[in-house]
């Protein structure tokens, strides 16, 4: 089976800008979940989602959003960029209902100018 | 909720050497637990897993991890290591129950191995 894809690899953005990236999931995988990775505060849980409905939050203002389609791809949108923003963005998707044993895609740098 | 701790931020080793990365968490409800690694300008990749049955576990590039519920503790290890093991390791966990796709992970453990 082919990996987790994400789209694009790299992104590079003004402040004020919005932004949307995309992430497809192993085949077969329902639960999707998104995780943001800083130098000073590590790898963060964004949010999961699981046949279209979110059902995990973390810790992000409202600014960071996400949805998931039919096909289990899903998208997160970040509006008003701020330079903090600037991060690898993982994707990770799971076969498991509770989302626990997860597999990650290559990411998304994000660089906010 | 979970806590995850790595007790080593760099582990500088030689190659062919022993090496232990040493993972702690904390939770009130059972857990999961992984360890990821991730190699520069990549991803992480799923190394070892404990789910449930035995509490060794064993990657095939012949890493392992033993999950300790008394001392709530998923050491690494590798009795060899290579030049190719470079890289940051991460240990996560994930609670039973109703905590959906949240992984909670260390700051992880950067390991170099010298020749």
């Known amino acids: 089976k082919a990996g987790v894809t994400q789209t694009p690899r790299y992104l590079i953005k003004t402040r004020g800008q919005q932004v949307t990236l995309s992430c497809s999931p192993i085949s077969g995988h329902r639960s999707v979940s998104w995780y943001q990775q800083t130098p000073g505060q590590g790898l963060q849980f964004l949010f999961e989602?699981?046949?279209?409905?979110?059902?995990n939050k973390g810790n992000f203002p409202g600014r960071f959003s996400g949805r998931q389609f039919s096909n289990s791809r899903s998208e997160m949108n970040v509006s008003t960029l701020e330079l903090g923003d600037s991060a690898l963005y993982l994707c990770?998707?799971?076969?498991?209902?509770?989302?626990?044993?997860?597999?990650f895609g290559p990411g998304t740098r994000l660089t906010v100018t | 909720a979970q806590s995850v701790t790595q007790l080593d931020s760099q582990v500088p080793v030689f190659e062919e050497a022993p090496v232990e990365l040493r993972c702690n968490y904390s939770?009130?409800?059972?857990?999961?637990l992984f360890w990821y690694v991730q190699y520069p300008n990549q991803g992480l990749q799923l190394l070892l897993k404990y789910l449930s049955g035995s509490t060794l576990v064993k990657s095939i590039n012949g890493f392992e991890a033993e999950f300790n519920k008394s001392q709530t503790s998923f050491h690494l290890r590798k009795p060899s290591v290579h030049i190719s093991d470079t890289a940051e390791y991460f240990c996560a966990v994930i609670a039973g129950g109703t905590s959906y796709g949240k992984l909670t992970f260390g700051q992880g453990t950067i390991l170099t191995v010298h020749p």
């Open positions: 990770a998707s799971s076969e498991s209902p509770q989302g626990y044993e997860q597999y």
């Open positions: 939770s009130s409800v059972s857990v999961y």
């Open positions: 989602y699981f046949s279209e409905t979110q059902r």
